[in-house]
T-cell receptor
């Protein structure tokens, strides 16, 4: 079963624009992670935000976490064609021993 | 750090046959996960090991699926009496405590 749900499921933007993806989840978490997957490839970790953190930055990535709303957002600034990929949020639920993924947002950046 | 290694990369089998996949995690990682992914979907959790102990197993996993992690090192995932619905990418990931997951390239299973 999927714990998180990403929104939108698909996003198409022009190169240079910002891309925002949202993730909602259901249970209390230890942390929330964002991953990227290029077509036909494995998943690559982008950023991890802990339940006691509200915002985190890594290069062109900005992640926010609102535990009261059980939601997170991933912002990619100044997008590039190479950012074209699927992006997944993953939650590490408190009290459980598993990391579960959402269905993903498919991002297309048009050159 | 040689990364997470999965073998084979591709497996084609006939319905009813048994298949086994292997995952070699990053050596110092105590957590190991198996996921299944179909086209257009996110990875679906199958099972989780902490060292050699299997601590979580998805209710979606039928008794045709079994996983082991002897001595807390490599892991194997076996599917018995394969069905066409088992066709998917099988992903292995490892991590150290509650940290980021490192994924292998996966094993693509096709059941004919």
């Amino acid at each position: 079963s999927q714990q998180g749900e990403e929104d939108p499921q698909a996003l198409s933007i022009q190169e240079g624009e910002n891309a925002t993806m949202n993730c909602s989840y259901k249970t209390s978490i230890n942390n929330l992670q964002w991953y990227r997957q290029n077509s036909g490839r494995g998943l690559v970790h982008l950023i991890l935000i802990r339940s006691n953190e509200r915002e985190k930055h890594s290069g062109r990535l900005r992640v926010t976490l609102d535990t009261s709303k059980k939601s997170s957002s991933l912002l990619i600034t100044a997008s590039r064609a190479a950012d074209t990929a699927s992006y997944f949020c993953a939650t590490d639920p408190r009290g459980y021993q598993k990391v579960t993924f959402g269905i993903g947002t498919k991002l297309q950046v048009i050159p | 750090d040689t990364g997470v290694s999965q073998n084979p990369r591709h497996k084609i089998t006939k319905r009813g046959q048994n298949v086994t996949f292997r995952c070699d995690p990053i050596s110092e990682h105590n957590r190991l996960y198996w996921y299944r992914q179909t086209l257009g979907q996110g990875p679906e959790f199958l099972t989780y090991f902490q060292n050699e102990a299997q601590l979580e197993k998805s209710r979606l996993l039928s008794d045709r699926f079994s996983a082991e992690r002897p001595k807390g090192s490599f892991s194997t995932l076996e599917i018995q009496r394969t069905e066409q619905g088992d066709s998917a990418m099988y992903l292995c990931a490892s991590s150290l405590r509650e940290e980021k997951l490192f994924f292998g390239s996966g094993t693509q299973l096709s059941v004919l």
